[in-house]
């Protein structure tokens, strides 16, 4: 009886390392391209986490796998886009205004700065999505990558149910060639 | 008892027992071909998967339950055709077991392919007495350049598993006549209708099996008329599921054409089809000429000796061929597959017939037969060199996309560079998905370097327009990838700064509404794009190139939800840029739908136009409190 069990065991083990080996659920693909040099990207889902490295400054953890509260002033790099130099570009930030920010501070104004311009500030008095967009002229973009920075002109201060100093609801940043 | 014991029992042996070849050992007649089998198409051993394979594989995944399992084996798909075992439980199993590793699939269909080779072996000495006739009979037919597709594609394995059923049918039916047990004729039965679970071909298996009564054991003959039946009533099923094409490549022909379509797969029968035109010359015509005669006088002969064996050897061909003489505007050389067995078995009797004659007979069909053999084996390596490389081609393409997806899983991959073998052999047929990547297109201009074959399907779905890709390029959505000889290279930054400086904003002429490139043609009254759904409320505008020329048309097409089918047609009203289209009823009956509208002519040459879309009713799919119109997925003018 134990021989006749040692033997299914056996042809069943036969049978399985043979089919186990052959699946290839977790292949290494690295071969199959040849990849670009690495570079910044020139839109950032903040709530990716592989955007982390272009966020630089006043960005708090990433919530429901989507977005990040910020902080009064924050700042990220992002890529020119091809054809910005020449073209120019528009900055995009999409983020949310939640209905604490609004009962708490009833506005906020938004600017934003490259290396050496300022662009236009917009204040936002509405609970819900917002969209702060900025016109960037021909020949302002250049290098492989550009800062930006962001600021607030004011933010929840820190409370002791929550330690952190809360901007706005963020959700991208973009830098899109005209 | 054995029937392999049973030669100098049968009427056939009885016939030929005074003509013997040189006698080897036994296992070297049985090895033979399956030595030969594996040298000449062992390069089918790591070809990987290619063309149709790919909508077999994409099979497991719809796969979730009992019911979806019974729809996968079971429901009609690829021109109405019901092939459980070939093509359904082949991929599904090997899938499930190994993944895409495609060794383990091929590896089956090798060992059945010996399988075949042993059987065809065992009944032609069994019909001949001789087993130097089975092993020449095997290896005559496995180096028939017929067998090629077979033995290098996944999706052809149908004609080798059908094959092992008709052979084994057949196979069971010579020990039932040879024994008359009804243990064999049962058996006979088993397989026989196990093979219409493989391939269609299998209905003709009675009139083999009554050819055969008929000429050489006639007091079998009332017992093969009930196989008839199974025959029939799966022909009336099959011409119920997958209907009568009028027109197309599967439209079938009874008329003039057959006698030249029969003409045309005899001569690829005996001489490949492979050699370019130029190569084709006077040798290979006229070994087709002789292979010809030979054949066709040896069965003459025979035939008024009294011998029928070779008229059913000519039968075997013809039957099994005349499931696809009618289609006329399809004639593939893989449906050579089994017909040539019948010429395998009679070239091999012709041989041993000849053994008995004078040396100039000896001479003669050995170098018929040996003619036949280098030209067969040859093209069967070239080719099998053609279908290998274009597999791994594949295979480097699709993994190559695969990996892009890993590292850019947010954006779009773009391909440069892609060949027409490349593109009927892998992307036509949507590789990507088994890898969860739907968003792959080729760059403009593509389509000039692809041959079209407009029958199968259009070039154009899978070509970003330019000023799409632009927009992409200068939205950072895309990644774009040059097809190299070894691995896919990025080339995104020239590209996009090429495109930046060289393409025109241009808007499209084809919309493909479910692809995230073309978001920003759609006003903002569209629900987000999905996977395979676009859906509009009720109502919703979207832009586009105008008309190029008078008389083009607009065409819209999508899908339709389970809710509207049930439902009476919805009314569409659609206007462009302010002109007031008729109204159209779009009928939502089937899964998809299409409206097309003749433009009018004040339209012409606008390079963007504003359509607008208003349905009459729309509906909630609880638990989705979204307010439903219809579901698009293109818009094109043309």
Not at chain 1, 12 to 19: F, H, K, M, T, Y
Not at chain 2, 158 to 176: E, H, K
Request: include cysteine.
């Amino acid at each position: 009886m134990a021989i006749e069990l040692a033997r299914r065991r056996f042809l069943l083990s036969a049978l399985a390392v043979p089919i186990v080996s052959c699946r290839n659920t977790h292949q290494d693909l690295s071969a199959f391209t040849e990849e670009e040099p690495a570079h910044l990207l020139s839109a950032v889902q903040v709530g990716d986490p592989h955007s982390a490295p272009q966020l630089l400054s006043g960005w708090h953890r990433i919530e429901a796998d989507a977005w990040r509260w910020t902080a009064r002033k924050f700042s990220v790099a992002l890529r020119p886009p091809p054809g910005s130099p020449m073209l120019g570009a528009v900055l995009q930030f999409r983020f949310t205004l939640p209905e604490i920010v609004i009962r708490l501070l009833a506005s906020v104004t938004l600017s934003a700065s490259l290396p050496n311009l300022q662009l236009l500030s917009k204040t936002y008095d509405h609970i819900g999505d917002a969209l702060y967009a900025a016109s960037i002229a021909p020949g302002v973009l250049v290098g492989d990558s550009v800062r930006v920075d962001f600021l607030l002109d004011k933010a929840i201060l820190p409370s002791q149910a929550d330690g952190r100093e809360l901007g706005v609801i963020a959700h991208s940043v973009s830098l899109e060639t005209k | 008892m054995n029937s392999l014991d049973t030669e100098t029992a049968n009427p056939s042996a009885s016939r030929v027992g005074s003509t013997r070849f040189p006698s080897l050992p036994d296992a070297l007649y049985w090895l033979i071909p399956l030595v030969i089998c594996f040298a000449v198409y062992w390069r089918g051993l790591t070809t990987w998967f290619q063309a149709d394979d790919f909508a077999w594989l994409n099979l497991l995944s719809t796969i979730h339950d009992r019911h979806d399992l019974l729809h996968a084996l079971f429901a009609p798909m690829a021109q109405g055709s019901i092939r459980p075992w070939s093509e359904r439980a082949f991929f599904l199993g090997f899938e499930s077991l190994f993944g895409l590793n495609a060794i383990p699939f091929r590896i089956c269909v090798f060992l059945t392919q010996c399988a075949n080779l042993t059987l065809i072996a065992a009944i032609t000495r069994r019909l001949t007495g001789s087993p130097a006739a089975g092993c020449c009979a095997a290896v005559f037919w496995v180096a028939n350049n017929s067998l090629v597709t077979a033995m290098a594609w996944s999706s052809a394995y149908n004609q080798v598993q059908c094959g092992f059923f008709l052979l084994g049918a057949f196979w069971f039916l010579l020990r039932f006549v040879d024994s008359g047990k009804a243990s064999d004729y049962f058996w006979q039965w088993g397989l026989f209708l196990l093979g219409f679970g493989s391939l269609e071909v299998n209905v003709v298996y009675p009139a083999l099996a009554a050819a055969y009564t008929l000429l050489l054991a006639r007091k079998h003959f009332l017992s093969t008329i009930p196989l008839f039946f199974p025959s029939v009533i799966f022909t009336f099923v099959d011409r119920m599921f997958a209907g009568s094409e009028a027109s197309g490549a599967y439209a079938l022909h009874f008329d003039a054409a057959l006698p030249s379509t029969l003409l045309t797969y005899w001569r690829w029968a005996l001489v490949s089809d492979y050699p370019p035109s130029g190569v084709y010359g006077r040798f290979e015509f006229s070994l087709y000429i002789a292979l010809s005669l030979l054949l066709l006088v040896f069965v003459v002969i025979r035939c008024r000796r009294g011998d029928w064996l070779p008229l059913f050897c000519l039968a075997w061909f013809l039957i099994v061929l005349s499931p696809v003489l009618p289609l006329r505007d399809h004639i593939s050389d893989y449906y050579l597959s089994l017909p040539t067995i019948g010429l395998a078995i009679l070239a091999a009797y012709a041989m041993l017939q000849a053994w008995s004659r004078r040396t100039g007979w000896k001479l003669l069909v050995v170098a018929a037969a040996a003619s036949y053999l280098i030209l067969m084996v040859r093209f069967d390596r070239i080719s099998m060199h053609w279908w290998h490389d274009r597999s791994l081609a594949v295979q480097r393409l699709v993994l190559g996309v695969a990996r892009g997806h890993q590292l850019h899983p947010d954006k779009s991959i773009v391909l440069d560079g892609v060949s027409s073998n490349l593109f009927w052999a892998g992307i036509f047929h949507r590789p990507f998905r088994l890898f969860g990547v739907n968003d792959v297109y080729l760059t403009p201009g593509s389509e000039k370097r692809i041959e079209a074959h407009d029958a199968t399907g259009k070039i154009t779905d899978f070509v970003l327009p330019k000023g799409v890709i632009l927009h992409a390029a200068k939205t950072d959505e895309i990644v774009v990838y040059q097809v190299g000889p070894d691995r896919l290279k990025a080339i995104t930054s020239s590209y996009e700064a090429a495109a930046i400086s060289t393409l025109s904003p241009d808007l499209p002429r084809r919309v493909d509404a479910l692809s995230p490139l073309t978001a920003y043609l759609f006003g903002p009254e569209w629900y987000p794009a999905e996977k395979s759904a676009h859906w509009m409320p009720r109502s919703a505008t979207l832009r586009m190139g105008g008309p190029a020329s008078p008389g083009q048309r607009l065409h819209m097409g999508g899908f339709s939800s389970a809710l509207q089918a049930a439902q009476a047609p919805v009314s569409l009203r659609v206007s462009v840029d302010g002109v007031r289209l008729p109204e159209a009823r779009v009928d939502l009956r089937g899964p998809t739908f299409v409206v097309s509208y003749l433009l009018p002519n004040e339209l012409v040459g606008r390079t963007g136009v504003l359509i607008s879309l208003e349905v009459d009713r729309t509906f909630r799919n609880a638990p989705d409190v979204r307010e439903l119109g219809l579901n698009f997925s293109f818009f094109e003018i043309r």
